[in-house]
């Protein structure tokens, strides 16, 4: 899934509506004073011997791209302008930090607005603001994590843990990726082979929800940090 970056938000909305019901997987490239390097991004099959796509700029921060078998915070603020989608040309790609997918256990992935990277592409007094969409994947989970179910133990703005509204499902999107929501209000109901650690989550189960925290949490801020655990693999 690949998404470039539009200026103006209304135009944003519209396109990150499409975003969020397909994923079309094309190959991507990113020219900036950090690097010359042609990034191409391929998540529809999992590879063992899958090369790093992320770099390292002249700050010595790294440009996080996420390979097949990694977890990561995707995640769009209200303007629809900073992001990350799991590739190096979004502004909040500079020390995002993903998850080795490597079996059942505890992981953290997060995304942040403090980097030399980000002021330098968004300005130096820009920060993301609102929330118009956020989810934890797993990029090819459904080949290279298959039967990973997420559960998502706690979301933190800035250092502060955010209560949860409602609990998070787990499924596959697309065939590929391994998904859970945390903030998508196109996702108006629990799709066909949604899970939990429980088990199967019922589409009328009213306990789960695409959207398990409030946005309102999320006016100004810096750092998004996930907290999850894995499990069935």
Known sequence: MDIKKISAAAAASLAFCLICTSCDNKKTKKSSEYTNKTITEDVTEFKEDEPDKSFVTSDGETAAAVSSGQAYLEIRDASGIHQYLGGTEEDLCYNAVVADIKGNGSYTVSVTADSAGFRAEAGADAKPEGLMYAALKIN?????????????DSVEVDGTVLPMVSKNYTFIEMETDIKSNIYNEWASAIPDGAVSAEGEVAADNAE??????????????????VNFTVSGM
Do not use: H, Q, R
């Open 140 to 152: 090819g989970g459904a080949n290279a994590c298959p039967g990973a179910v997420l559960t998502i």
């Open 208 to 225: 789960y929800s695409s959207v398990i925290v409030d946005k309102d949490a999320f006016a100004s801020w810096t750092e998004v940090k």
